[in-house]
């Protein structure tokens, strides 16, 4: 093989193994952020069934409490901090419900937001007659009831959300793994090729320098004689 073919070889050898190499990793790294973004929906999903949980206990506490205090500032005081509590409750749940289409929690948010809208209806009632009739530990007794089903249904979610997050997370994982592998097995693979080429070629020119300079002192020796 010519001198010339072989530096051919080499060169085109080269940009195809930069080339490849780079296409591999442009396409491990699309891979990895794609499985990343899962990971964050899922763990944002998760967090946003946490904090319905947690501003669930909040009313929870705060219906308590009006229940059984008389002092018309503090009512004031505790029906402001639950129409809050109530607004933000029903947006992070509506929130929520949207953002889970096409989870396998999906189907449970349609439920869940139905039990909390009779819960709010409820609790509003109880809140009221107990104002006419005094009968706070009948009204907390019944809230109670419905507050540990809406309570189980939000557990059930968190608990089948779990799974989701720690797959999400464990793709990644795997899937970085999995790009290192590829990216040192790729590179010791060219690194490998690319010597080995490097030094078939470096023969050739050895030998190609070498019988140029044999003939050439041959020449000169024919000369001299």
């Known amino acids: 093989m010519k001198l010339a073919t072989r530096l051919t070889i080499l060169s085109g050898s080269a940009l195809l193994a930069i080339l490849l190499s780079a296409g591999v990793f442009s396409w491990q790294t699309s891979r990895i952020s794609d499985l990343y973004a899962q990971r964050f929906e899922a763990r944002a999903a998760q967090n946003d069934v946490l904090a319905v949980d947690r501003d669930l206990h909040t009313l929870l506490t705060t219906i308590n409490r009006l229940l059984f205090v008389t002092d018309p500032a503090r009512v004031t005081q505790l029906n402001t901090r639950l129409a809050e509590l109530g607004a933000k409750i029903d947006v992070d749940l509506r929130r929520a419900a949207d953002e889970s289409q096409g989870?396998?929690?999906?189907?449970?948010?349609?439920?869940?937001?139905?039990?909390?809208?009779?819960?709010?209806?409820?609790?509003?009632?109880?809140?009221?007659?107990?104002?006419?009739?005094?009968?706070?530990?009948?009204?907390?007794?019944?809230?109670?009831?419905?507050?540990?089903?809406?309570?189980?249904?939000?557990?059930?979610?968190?608990?089948?959300?779990?799974?989701?997050?720690?797959?999400?997370?464990?793709?990644?994982?795997?899937?970085?793994?999995?790009?290192?592998?590829?990216?040192?097995?790729?590179?010791?693979?060219?690194?490998?090729?690319?010597?080995?080429?490097?030094?078939?070629?470096?023969?050739?020119?050895?030998?190609?320098v070498t019988a140029s300079a044999n003939a050439s002192e041959r020449a000169r020796r024919t000369v001299e004689v």
Do not use: C, H, M
């Open 103 to 208: 989870r396998s929690t999906s189907r449970q948010y349609e439920p869940l937001v139905a039990a909390w809208e009779n819960f709010k209806a409820s609790y509003e009632t109880e809140l009221t007659n107990v104002r006419r009739s005094g009968d706070a530990d009948a009204a907390e007794a019944r809230l109670d009831d419905q507050a540990v089903r809406l309570e189980n249904q939000i557990a059930q979610i968190t608990t089948d959300t779990e799974p989701i997050v720690e797959r999400a997370n464990q793709r990644a994982l795997d899937a970085i793994r999995t790009s290192l592998i590829i990216i040192w097995t790729s590179s010791i693979t060219i690194v490998a090729g690319l010597g080995a080429l490097l030094f078939l070629t470096s023969r050739n020119i050895y030998r190609t």
